[in-house]
């Protein structure tokens, strides 16, 4: 629970797909990974977590996360035993794509592993692709022999767009929907040389295909 110094009019949830702008209520709502209370051009509370029993935005300003179903509380050993949380609370613009990259960054840390010292075979600096999205998502990366896929989300109600830029000449690109199909309507990806540029309409999801 977070009280905030503020009532806030809409609170921010990250979902499947996108996001959801609610009126506040007392009454837990469904959320992966973050609820925000909105402040128009001010910075606004956050509460962040790697668990999605709930959240709940109250119209007092206070924000809650409901980390586990349970008989009574504190209950550390509902049906399944003890659980652990990854629980978060901080301060942020009231952007999506900044507050989702918290809240990826916070509850889904980057694994590594170690090793020894080694030539390897790339040069220094040399990658597989470089570049990014703006106003967009990368859910996921497929490679399939020289064929790549990036599935790019915009849920913002503005135009996102993804630049990429490969260790390799691009022979084509394209986009197709969630079945692998050429996806209608969108505008066709830019390829020049070794680099993709593409626009992702508002509220899209995408893949882009790529092959080498």
Same mark, same amino acid.
């Given at each position: 629970?977070?009280?905030?110094?503020? %009532?806030?009019?809409?609170?921010?949830?990250?979902?499947?797909?996108?996001?959801?702008?609610?009126?506040?209520?007392? =009454?837990?709502?469904?959320?992966?990974?973050?609820?925000?209370?909105?402040?128009?051009? $001010?910075?606004?509370?956050?509460?962040?977590?790697?668990? %999605?029993?709930?959240?709940?935005?109250?119209?007092?300003?206070?924000?809650?996360?409901?980390?586990?179903?349970?008989?009574?509380?504190?209950?550390?050993?509902?049906?399944?035993?003890?659980?652990?949380?990854?629980?978060?609370?901080?301060?942020?613009?009231?952007?999506?794509? *900044?507050?989702?990259?918290?809240?990826?960054?916070?509850?889904?840390?980057?694994?590594?592993?170690?090793?020894?010292?080694? %030539?390897?075979?790339?040069?220094?600096?040399?990658?597989?692709?470089?570049?990014?999205? %703006?106003?967009?998502?990368?859910?996921?990366?497929?490679?399939?022999?020289?064929? =790549? $896929?990036?599935?790019?989300?915009?849920?913002?109600?503005? $135009?996102?767009?993804?630049?990429?830029?490969?260790?390799?000449?691009?022979?084509?690109?394209?986009?197709?929907?969630?079945?692998? *199909?050429?996806?209608?309507?969108?505008?066709?990806? $830019?390829?020049?040389?070794?680099?993709?540029?593409?626009?992702?309409?508002?509220?899209?999801?995408?893949? =882009?295909?790529?092959?080498?």
């Amino acid at each position: 629970m977070l009280p905030a110094a503020y %009532k806030a009019q809409k609170y921010l949830y990250n979902v499947p797909g996108g996001n959801a702008l609610r009126e506040p209520m007392d =009454l837990d709502v469904q959320g992966l990974s973050f609820v925000a209370a909105l402040r128009p051009h $001010e910075k606004s509370a956050a509460i962040f977590t790697d668990c %999605k029993s709930g959240f709940r935005g109250r119209p007092d300003g206070t924000l809650v996360s409901t980390l586990i179903n349970a008989s009574f509380s504190p209950d550390p050993y509902p049906e399944r035993g003890i659980h652990k949380f990854t629980l978060g609370i901080g301060v942020a613009e009231g952007c999506l794509k *900044r507050l989702e990259n918290h809240a990826v960054g916070f509850a889904r840390r980057l694994v590594y592993q170690s090793v020894g010292c080694h %030539k390897g075979t790339l040069p220094t600096g040399g990658a597989l692709w470089q570049g990014g999205v %703006k106003r967009s998502f990368i859910y996921s990366v497929a490679s399939f022999a020289d064929t =790549l $896929e990036i599935r790019i989300g915009s849920p913002a109600p503005k $135009e996102g767009g993804a630049d990429f830029t490969f260790d390799r000449p691009v022979k084509s690109a394209e986009f197709v929907d969630l079945l692998g *199909r050429p996806a209608q309507g969108l505008p066709a990806p $830019e390829v020049d040389g070794c680099s993709v540029r593409s626009t992702v309409p508002p509220y899209h999801i995408v893949t =882009l295909k790529i092959q080498f």
